[in-house]
Structure formats: C-alpha cells, structure tokens
C-alpha cells in the first residue's frame, strides 16, 4: 500500500519567486514513480511532472522540477518565477510497480495562491 | 489532440435515479481509470481496465456502482440506485501502455462530471 502526505494545506506567494511544495511518502514497492498534478479553479486535473523512484537525476519540466529525497521519503514540488496562472491547487501522487498495479494514491493537496 | 472526454459535465438527480457517467479516452490509450473527488475523501481510485477488461474494482463503493468498456473508445460508470452521498465530481482518465516497463506512467484526466443528488 502506499501513502502521501502534504502537511501544507494552503500557501500564498509573491509573484515571481519560488515555491516549494512538500510531500512526503510511504511504501513498501522497491520501485515506484512519483506524479504530480494540478487543479486549477476549472476543475480540471493537469499532469505536471513524474519522477521514477530508479532515476537517477530529479525530473525537470520547463519551470516545473521535483525534489526527490529518496532517503527522506519526500518528492516535492519546486516551481520557479511563479506566476498568477500557478494559482491553482496541487496534488502529489504516487504508484507501485508491482505487476497489474497502476493504482494512483493523491495526498490531499496544496492550495497555492499567487500574490501579484 | 482531443483530450479525455467526460459526459454530461453536470448532472443533477433526484435520489433513486439511475446515473450513466461516460467517458471517451485518448485514442491508443489502452488503460482507462474512474475516480471520484470528494472535500472529506479526496481522489480515489473507484475501478480501472487494461484493454477493457477490469483490472481492480476495490474502490467502487458498493454494488450500487458498476462500470463497463464495452470497447477501447467508451466507457460508462452507472450508479443506480443513486444516493445523496454519492454527490461528488467524477473523473475519468487514461494512459498510454508501457513499452518494456519503461513507461510512459502519467495518466490523463477529463474534466470531469460534477454530479449532485438531491
């Protein structure tokens, strides 16, 4: 079984600086990935970014990179020269690769709010 | 490219009716998932198929919910007899297979079918 944590529930920023985003994880799967998505007040869910629990260097995706911990068990979520368009909620996901398992677990989101 | 698509976008019922949420994948995905977002559960993953057939239905809440692929463009998730509780947006996503389990792993949403049940 696998479980997400993301202990921040809401976060507001200054438009253009950095954020960082946590999440953490917990599961038994020698090998696993790592995703995340976002939610934008339309309702739609965006992939953003994944991370395979092998590579060996953090995913990056344009303004988007991941922070994989894999000691710490954390994936988080780095997006530079935030923008109001980032407002939106963010959700980190993950999966085992055990066979026939492409089951996705959420955490329970960010809500991140971009201040002009 | 079109996307995953979801219909109806909203549907209000009254409690005991039956409710048909549908669902075209992306064409060539060959694995399609059906999940629901509540504010006290979050995203959960309700059932999901691999070239249409079943693959895991632990999450589907009870035989009140049931789900088909008839084939690899459609899908439907029934609720009948619906219930307030079971008020919630519904999503369907899906995802290209892998090749030599090297991926690729995202799965890609629709927009999802907000349902209320009065």
């Known amino acids: 079984a696998q479980k997400i944590t993301q202990t921040q529930p809401g976060m507001f920023v200054q438009e253009k600086e950095a954020v960082t985003l946590d999440c953490t994880y917990d599961?038994?799967?020698?090998?696993?990935?790592l995703f995340w998505y976002k939610q934008p007040s339309s309702g739609e869910m965006i992939f953003l970014i994944y991370?395979?629990?092998?590579?060996?260097q953090n995913a990056t995706e344009g303004r988007y990179s991941l922070n994989f911990q894999k000691a710490r068990k954390s994936a988080n979520l780095v997006i530079s020269a935030s923008q109001l368009g980032d407002s939106a909620m963010y959700f980190c996901a993950m999966r085992g690769f055990n066979f026939g398992n492409e089951k996705l677990t959420f955490g329970t989101g960010t809500r991140l709010t971009i201040i002009p | 490219d079109a996307g995953v698509i979801q219909s109806p976008r909203h549907e209000v019922t009254e409690m005991g009716q039956e409710v048909t949420l549908r669902c075209k994948p992306i064409?060539?995905?060959?694995?399609l998932f059906w999940y629901r977002q509540t504010m006290m559960r979050g995203l959960e993953l309700l059932i999901y198929?691999?070239?249409?057939?079943?693959?895991?239905d632990s999450g589907m809440p009870e035989d009140r919910f049931s789900a088909k692929m008839p084939n690899a463009s459609f899908s439907t998730l029934k609720i009948q007899p619906s219930e307030p509780r079971d008020s919630a947006v519904y999503f369907c996503?899906?995802?290209?297979?892998?090749?030599?389990?090297?991926?690729?792993?995202?799965?890609?949403f629709g927009p999802g079918t907000r349902l209320t049940v009065t």
């Open positions: 064409s060539g995905h060959n694995s």
């Open positions: 996503a899906s995802k290209l297979g892998t090749s030599g389990g090297r991926g690729p792993y995202e799965q890609y």
């Open positions: 198929f691999n070239n249409n057939v079943p693959i895991d």
């Open positions: 991370q395979g629990s092998y590579d060996q």
């Open positions: 599961t038994s799967d020698p090998s696993y990935g």
